[in-house]
């Protein structure tokens, strides 16, 4: 293999997925048939959307719609609007909600589902048009109880209004439950908003506190500041955690004294972009993550701690909001190094978690407030970390290894359960 090809396999999130199913496959000494059912996708949908353009021009786009297995459960996952979608991103971020839900112990399998635009080039009209024609070419195969999809990257709320608009009127039905993430007037979940942050704010905490030390006064470096990055530094703030940095796609912001994130999204509403944020200034792409903090929360998009930069990071506490962000060969570095890096399926899987109340609300009909959300948030969350940071201590592995463990172990009962196996 050439270099360029080897650098290609080792940034194919397909790849690492693989990787790291074949690790907990063998850790755990499971029947290979296990690794055969899951190394790839149940099923992949492929669509092409015809959109009609404001200029009156018909741009067709590629979506992708992956369900990796619903051996656990309707396939659960979001939609990611973005130009670097691929198919094997798509796969392999439905492989991760498998492990993410598994590891939260909520009854769904994995979905993801992607389609390949830039999302900030469209006219809010073409976006409701994309988005309904990507729900009206994979409405056969999703349901409240076959797919459930939500929010990802450069999606939200509005869009997944669309979409469950646009599938209601497909069945002749009101059914909220195709799709979470919803704005509260549609049956959205009180808390869901929050709640991807308010999770990896809550790991981070539980982790530490394992740790033996306390998240009041620490300093923290954010990774993008989208939904969960913003929402993030906002509530790790609140948690007396010094913000000193911030990232988004178009630069950065540094202040070792730490800045307020509420200020910081007054201004990137204002200006578009983090830059620029008064008392700050900005440090090269490449020494961002390498930046001296306590907590890092890579919140953007995967394959951002790699084995390239992985010597160079000087945090205590990677806290993965992203999926994905950082590459299996990255894993053992930091390990060594004594890095603890609580991983992307049980960090970020707040998100998901209320997805799971919501979709609870939404079947069942009844409406919890935002205090009862938070707390079965809560414990949920603690309970999960709990279990992972005791897995890594008695088998002396890193934590994502031992959320693997855990969330595999489950995986591999329903299959065997279902005589699959
Ligand atoms: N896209 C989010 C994730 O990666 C949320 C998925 C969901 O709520 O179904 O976990």
């Known amino acids: 293999m050439n270099v360029d090809a080897v650098v290609k396999q080792s940034s194919n999130p397909f790849i690492s997925a693989q990787r790291q199913l074949r690790n907990a496959v063998d850790r755990l000494g499971l029947d290979e048939a296990v690794y055969e059912i899951l190394k790839e996708p149940a099923r992949v949908a492929v669509v092409s959307i015809p959109v009609r353009m404001d200029d009156g021009s018909v741009k067709v786009f590629t979506g992708y719609r992956s369900q990796h297995t619903v051996a656990t459960g309707p396939a659960k996952g979001g939609i990611r609007f973005h130009p670097g979608v691929t198919l094997d991103e798509v796969k392999a971020l439905s492989m991760w909600m498998t492990f993410k839900c598994a590891v939260m112990e909520l009854p769904f399998g994995g979905g993801k589902g992607g389609v390949v635009c830039n999302p900030k080039a469209l006219s809010r009209g073409e976006l409701e048009r994309l988005s309904?024609?990507?729900?009206?070419?994979?409405?056969?195969?999703?349901?409240?109880?076959?797919?459930?999809?939500?929010?990802?990257?450069?999606?939200?709320?509005?869009?997944?209004?669309?979409?469950?608009?646009?599938?209601?009127?497909?069945?002749?039905?009101?059914?909220?439950?195709?799709?979470?993430?919803?704005?509260?007037?549609?049956?959205?979940?009180?808390?869901?908003?929050?709640?991807?942050?308010?999770?990896?704010?809550?790991?981070?905490?539980?982790?530490?506190?394992?740790?033996?030390?306390?998240?009041?006064?620490?300093?923290?470096?954010?990774?993008?500041?989208?939904?969960?990055?913003?929402?993030?530094?906002?509530?790790?703030?609140?948690?007396?955690?010094?913000?000193?940095?911030?990232?988004?796609?178009?630069?950065?912001?540094?202040?070792p004294q730490g800045m307020d994130p509420g200020a910081i999204a007054e201004h990137k509403r204002r200006t578009g972009s983090v830059r620029g944020f008064p008392g700050s200034e900005e440090v090269p792409d490449s020494e961002f993550l390498t930046l001296e903090c306590d907590i890092l929360l890579p919140a953007a998009l995967e394959n951002q701690i790699t084995a390239d930069n992985a010597r160079d990071i000087r945090a205590r506490l990677i806290v993965e909001a992203a999926n994905g962000p950082t590459t299996p060969d990255a894993d053992p570095i930091l390990f060594e190094r004594g890095v603890t890096v609580v991983p992307d399926i049980l960090a970020n899987a707040g998100g998901?978690?209320?997805?799971?109340?919501?979709?609870?609300?939404?079947?069942?009909?009844?409406?919890?407030?935002?205090?009862?959300?938070?707390?079965?948030?809560?414990?949920?969350?603690v309970r999960a970390c709990r279990r992972v940071l005791d897995i890594g201590r008695q088998h002396g592995v890193n934590l994502r290894e031992a959320a693997y463990m855990a969330a595999l172990e489950r995986v591999a009962a329903a299959l065997r359960a279902r005589g699959w196996i």
């Open 352 to 381: 998901v978690t209320v997805s799971y109340f919501e979709w609870v609300q939404n079947l069942t009909r009844t409406y919890w407030t935002e205090d009862e959300v938070n707390q079965r948030l809560e414990q949920s969350i």
């Open 132 to 255: 309904r024609g990507y729900v009206r070419a994979i409405a056969p195969i999703i349901g409240p109880e076959r797919d459930i999809p939500a929010p990802d990257v450069y999606t939200d709320a509005q869009v997944m209004a669309w979409m469950m608009d646009e599938y209601c009127q497909l069945v002749g039905a009101d059914a909220p439950g195709v799709i979470t993430g919803k704005p509260l007037v549609l049956g959205g979940s009180a808390g869901r908003h929050e709640a991807t942050a308010r999770g990896c704010a809550i790991a981070a905490r539980e982790t530490a506190r394992y740790q033996g030390w306390d998240l009041r006064g620490a300093t923290a470096v954010i990774q993008g500041f989208g939904n969960a990055g913003s929402i993030g530094a906002r509530l790790l703030h609140e948690m007396g955690v010094r913000i000193i940095a911030v990232s988004d796609s178009t630069g950065n912001a540094y202040n």
